[in-house]
């Protein structure tokens, strides 16, 4: 499995940003794909949004309200839509993925692209 981030730009405090994951190599149609993120000096965070194939999704409550998952699945194409960023958000963002019918559990994905980067100026 491969996954290819694009998108990250450098973008002024409450403005919008959206993210492209380009997958390719799943020998199932039963997958999940989510984001993460490591801001400068921090360790990597968590999956805080994901999206399966069947359409499920699942978003962290750091995130829920903000940014929004979807996804093109005839293209394996998976989106964030990042709203109302703040400096906090300043991050590389990578993409990740699992096999099975379900999202979670979250140990399981296995798949890293090499990330992105969003810097959010104040």
């Known amino acids: 499995v491969q996954l290819v981030e694009s998108g990250g730009d450098l973008v002024q405090a409450g403005g919008s940003l959206r993210l492209s994951c380009e997958a390719s190599?799943?020998?199932?149609?039963?997958?999940?794909i989510g984001w993460s993120r490591q801001a400068p000096g921090e360790k990597r965070e968590g999956i805080f949004s994901?999206?399966?194939?069947?359409?499920?999704?699942y978003y962290a409550d750091s995130v829920k309200g903000r940014f929004t998952i979807s996804s093109d699945l005839a293209k394996k194409v998976v989106y964030l839509q990042m709203d109302s960023l703040t400096p906090e958000d300043t991050a590389v963002y990578y993409c990740?993925?699992?096999?099975?019918?379900?999202?979670?559990?979250?140990?399981?994905?296995?798949?890293w692209g090499q990330g992105t980067q969003v810097t959010v100026s104040s």
């Open positions: 990740a993925a699992k096999y099975g019918s379900t999202w979670y559990p979250l140990y399981e994905y296995n798949y």
């Open positions: 994901i999206i399966s194939s069947d359409g499920s999704t």
């Open positions: 190599g799943f020998t199932s149609d039963h997958y999940a």
